[in-house]
């Protein structure tokens, strides 16, 4: 068996040629989406990475606001300048760049701002509204991966899904949006003694632990669904994630590859975000229309 590659670049234009028309639309009844993108300090890496998200808001028409800060910013005045942004009725998402500078702590920085513009997902509301079911904005990396998953056409509802990763930005919510799917659902992580116990009998498997080769092709069930959410380098440098894709490739029924799977999808679910908090900004600003 050949795997079918899971395209993320394919469908991530799909869906942006979807959010540009959706904020088309908005902007023709008033309401431009708007990002703010904050970063503090020169990472080179969170260089790219903002650049990235600026250049697909523009070519997303939704307006991006960036804000660039010396890395000698206290703590304080970021919040202030977070507060202000929450205060500003035309800003509709906020993205705090992170890691940030040791003297600012990034919990207090995710939990000020306003959880409808948290368009990253991360504060702990917005993992409250995703643990009890409530509609909220779901983190980037794992809606995703749900896109990719939804894009195979096969159904997800009383699937067996393991998980393998419990972080807070992937692994967790991963889990949750997947039982929301109606999948049966396992969590592994890099303490689990066996792991090819479980992925074994997984229908669809979701690896975020950040540890290359963590899944070989001897511990997946044949046509399954495999989502490599990992970034690692390989001995000789090159790009690869937490699958072993040559081996896994040859036993998967469909699999993402690493690049070009799950990165694209990230940036354009945050696009995605950004147009639905704007959408649930126009209706609380109209009378008697439906509260998002």
Not at 218 to 231: E, R, Y
Request: hydrophobic letters at 45%; glycine letters at 8%.
């Amino acid at each position: 068996m050949t795997a079918q590659l899971i395209d993320g670049n394919a469908l991530s234009r799909q869906l942006r040629a979807e959010v540009a028309a959706r904020a088309a639309t908005l902007s023709a009844q008033g309401t431009t989406p708007a990002l703010a993108v904050v970063l503090v300090g020169a990472d080179p890496a969170s260089q790219v990475y903002v650049r990235n998200k600026v250049k697909a808001c523009r070519d997303a028409g939704v307006r991006s606001v960036f804000e660039e800060h010396d890395a000698a910013l206290t703590e304080t005045a970021l919040l202030a300048r977070i507060d202000a942004l929450n205060r500003d009725p035309s800003i509709h998402g906020i993205l705090v760049q992170l890691p940030l500078p040791r003297q600012i702590d990034p919990h207090r920085v995710i939990e000020a701002i306003d959880t409808r513009k948290d368009v990253d997902g991360f504060s702990v509301r917005s993992a409250g509204e995703l643990m009890a079911g409530l509609p909220g904005i779901r983190p980037c990396t794992p809606y995703g991966c749900m896109k990719l998953i939804e894009s195979t056409a096969q159904s997800i509802r009383g699937k067996h899904a393991v998980v393998i990763g419990r972080s807070n930005t992937v692994g967790k919510p991963m889990a949750l949006l997947l039982l929301q799917a109606n999948a049966t659902v396992t969590v592994c992580h890099s303490a689990t003694p066996d792991l090819g116990i479980h992925t074994r009998q997984a229908d669809i498997v979701v690896a975020a632990v950040g540890r290359r080769n963590t899944l070989k092709a001897d511990m997946v069930k044949p046509g399954a669904i495999v989502i490599d959410v990992g970034i690692n380098r390989n001995d000789a440098g090159k790009l690869c994630g937490d699958v072993d894709f040559d081996g896994v490739s040859g036993v998967a029924g469909w699999i993402t590859p690493v690049p070009g799977g799950v990165g694209p999808m990230t940036i354009t679910m945050l696009l995605l975000n950004t147009v639905e908090a704007a959408q649930r900004a126009a209706a609380r600003s109209t009378p008697n229309s439906p509260r998002g």
